[in-house]
């Protein structure tokens, strides 16, 4: 079973930037689809964006692109996900999901993941 852990969340001014990380353990960390979802208040959560194992692959919301970029570093296990221009309608808690079969056309599926991690809060101030 994999573990993910994410950290690096926290408080934002909008407009500003800020890292999240998420850490894998317990699967060969390369063969891992990772995405990354957030979930704002009252809201179902959604998709953010997603890379492949081998970072080849990288698909985004619409809604994030040229402002977000994910990357991930498999000698150290750990994705990241850096926002840039935040608005203060992000502010969510976002947490990143691993699965070895999913694939870049099915990562905006949460179905796609069976396994998550507890979620990191960001909160952006207006």
């Known amino acids: 079973q994999v573990q993910l852990v994410e950290s690096g969340g926290g408080l934002v001014q909008a407009g500003g930037s800020l890292r999240v990380s998420c850490t894998a353990s317990?699967?060969?960390?390369?063969?891992?689809?990772i995405g990354w979802f957030r979930q704002r208040p009252g809201k179902m959560r959604e998709f953010v964006t997603a890379i492949s194992g081998s970072a080849g692959s990288t698909d985004y919301a619409d809604s994030v692109k040229g402002r977000f970029t994910i990357s991930r570093d498999n000698a150290k296990n750990v994705v990241y996900l850096q926002m840039n221009s935040l608005k203060a309608e992000e502010e969510a808690v976002y947490c990143c999901?691993?699965?070895?079969?999913?694939?870049?056309?099915?990562?905006?599926?949460?179905?796609?993941?069976?396994?998550w991690g507890q979620g990191n809060q960001v909160t952006v101030s207006s």
């Open positions: 999901a691993a699965d070895m079969s999913a694939t870049i056309a099915t990562s905006k599926r949460k179905s796609a993941y069976d396994c």
């Open positions: 317990g699967r060969p960390f390369s063969s891992l689809l």
